[in-house]
């Protein structure tokens, strides 16, 4: 495959028996996966069967149990903070949720901002304000053209107010956040979440573009389309966990996880 013209290229996702347990038991047990870089992961289960916490394990945001797991050259668990520089994270519902009352431009603005702050070199913090100004352009614009979001498309165009955006509209500035630091790795919660057909198709499209661009992407979905790269989290037919916890606090447990991920 083609190395991507931006230059970012994609980290290989692995795992072996990767496992996270919590006071209420299992969140995912016995994951095991290899994928290359630019891969479209879907990690396909019902809701409640340990999906997000196990997103949230590959991108760094949470520390595994059990077993390992590589992003790129980076180790999990040693190396989650490592494995948090190069990835980035979609929609995730309590993690990265977008503030309804503000504007796309001013999301867009403020990532910007943010990433040259926090996830810049210190010669470009030093570099002429005009410069700066028209890196971070480009960066957006180039995350824009990536997620697919056509900003004269919106309502009020760049002042569109979050709450008024589509669940497909949604998604897609989302990812164009993402992108803005140029991640490796993305993840991404709960793609088929109240979408339509049609919607879903698109989605999906979106997805597997960013992966064919070299990012490699991990999904959260509760049905993976066939060329995806599938990570099952469904418990066993019985409803049991191996050690036979029950799942009925799944819900829980991954409320707790997020408020921690939140953190990270």
């Known amino acids: 495959m083609d190395g991507p013209k931006d230059g970012v290229r994609g980290a290989a996702v692995t795992a072996e028996g990767f496992g996270l347990k ?13 994928a290359e870089p630019g891969a479209l992961i879907a990690v396909e289960g019902p809701s409640g069967s340990g999906r997000t916490c ?39 519902p309590g993690v990265t949720d977008l503030d309804p009352a503000l504007t ?15 996830g810049g070199s210190l010669r470009g913090l030093l570099k002429p304000r005009a410069e700066r100004k028209t890196e971070a352009r480009l960066r957006i614009d180039t995350a824009l053209t ?13 002042r569109t107010s979050v709450r008024d955006l589509e669940r497909l509209e949604a998604l897609r500035l989302s990812v164009a956040l993402a992108l803005i630091g140029r991640p490796r790795l993305l993840g991404v919660d709960d ?13 999906w499209a979106l997805l597997r573009s960013i992966a064919d661009s070299g990012t490699t992407v991990v999904a959260v979905c509760s049905e993976a389309p066939d060329d995806a790269v599938v990570i099952s989290t469904a418990r066993p037919a019985d409803g049991t966990s191996d050690d036979d916890t029950s799942d009925t606090d799944d819900d829980k447990e991954t409320a707790d996880a997020l408020a921690e991920a939140g953190l990270a």
Do not use: C, N, Y
């Open 54 to 92: 196990l997103l949230l394990a590959l991108t760094g945001r949470m520390r595994p149990t059990e077993g390992e797991a590589a992003v790129g050259r980076f180790r999990l668990p040693k190396q989650l903070a490592a494995v948090r520089r190069i990835s980035a994270l979609g929609p995730v």
């Open 22 to 34: 919590g006071p209420r038991g299992w969140a995912f047990r016995g994951v095991g996966v290899d």
């Open 146 to 158: 990536a997620a697919g979001l056509d900003m004269e498309s919106l309502p009020k165009g760049r």
């Open 191 to 203: 793609v088929d979440l109240k979408l339509s057909d049609a919607e879903r198709a698109e989605a």
């Open 104 to 118: 796309v431009a001013e999301h867009l603005h403020e990532r910007a901002l943010l990433q040259r702050r926090f």
